[in-house]
């Protein structure tokens, strides 16, 4: 058959599945192909070989078992970066890029402040960050040690080099350096924020990344809380905690950095208009 011809046929299968099953299919026979997608729309009639069959039927299983487009590529692009995955991260959400948006709003390119990224998984944010402020100082930690590497790897590939990368739970790496190393103007976190016995936790995409990630408690605040607790110890005078969550936690996340004090909280929608980011400044 040809290239058309396999996509429809793909997307068809996918309907169910996804919610871009056109998308997912140019993107599965591209990868297996080596190619691009505009390679793909410029090459439409084009006959595959049997091999190239046999690759892109093999992917296009792997999908609609379930298992996302992330993990069957190994790449996801955040940020216009294009970032390796593996089962061993979260996979980088677009909702996500709100936070890069509303620090680089905040902060000139003529700055030159420490950020600490915390849970940092395949380095999303800190590259990001990173990438459009090469004079800062940027620290990330990660608990999970093939997440960390996954992480080193994308900086190395992407040659950026002022991100240091540290091997821990939240703050726990932090309290182990310098004193003058554990104080920071921006700390940044994607934390796990899904309650623990939430059904979503067994549907979709999120079946196939780490729980670690994903779960927090009962209420799925455990780590926020922990986060938004130690926070102030490691911020700098004015410093900036920004925090994302759940799109139906904005009351309670309002509700835990208003008990502790901290100043100018605001908290913002993402593109669907769902609150997924707060913001507080030191106590």
């Known amino acids: 058959m040809h290239i058309i011809q396999h996509l ?26 080596k190619k691009n997608r505009t390679w793909l729309a410029t090459w439409p009639d084009k006959k595959l070989t049997d091999a190239e069959t046999l690759a892109f039927d093999l992917l296009l299983k ?11 590529t190994g790449i996801r692009e955040f940020w216009s970066l294009e970032l ?36 940092t998984g395949s380095g999303a944010i800190a590259l990001a960050v990173a990438s459009e402020r090469p004079n800062w100082s940027i620290t ?12 080193k790897l994308n900086a190395q590939r992407l040659e950026l080099n002022n991100i240091n990368f540290l091997s821990g739970n939240w703050f726990e790496p932090i309290k182990m350096c310098p004193p003058e190393n554990q104080l920071f103007d921006i700390i940044t976190s994607n934390p796990p924020y899904i309650p623990q016995l939430d059904p979503h936790l067994s549907q979709g995409d999120v079946r196939f990344e780490p729980l670690t990630a994903l779960a927090s408690g009962a209420d799925g605040l455990d780590d926020i809380r922990l986060i938004c607790t130690q926070a102030p110890s490691h911020l700098k005078s004015a410093g900036m905690l ?22 100018n909280i605001c908290q913002y929608a993402d593109l669907a208009n769902q609150a997924r980011l707060s913001i507080g400044l030191k106590p």
């Open 8 to 33: 429809k046929n793909a997307s068809n299968q996918l309907e169910n599945l996804s919610d871009s099953p056109r998308l997912d299919a140019e993107v599965l026979l591209a990868h297996s192909l």
């Open 84 to 119: 390796n995955i593996s089962k061993d991260t979260l996979i980088p959400r677009p909702e996500t890029e709100l936070m890069v948006e509303k620090i680089l709003e905040r902060y000139p390119p003529s700055s030159n402040l420490k950020l600490l990224d915390l849970g």
């Open 140 to 151: 990330a930690t990660d608990k999970s040690t093939a997440a960390l590497n996954m992480a």
């Open 242 to 263: 920004i925090i994302e969550h759940g799109f139906d936690q904005k009351i309670e996340i309002h509700d835990i950095l208003q008990l502790l004090a901290y100043k």
């Open 62 to 72: 792997r999908r609609l078992r379930g298992e996302p487009i992330a993990h069957i």
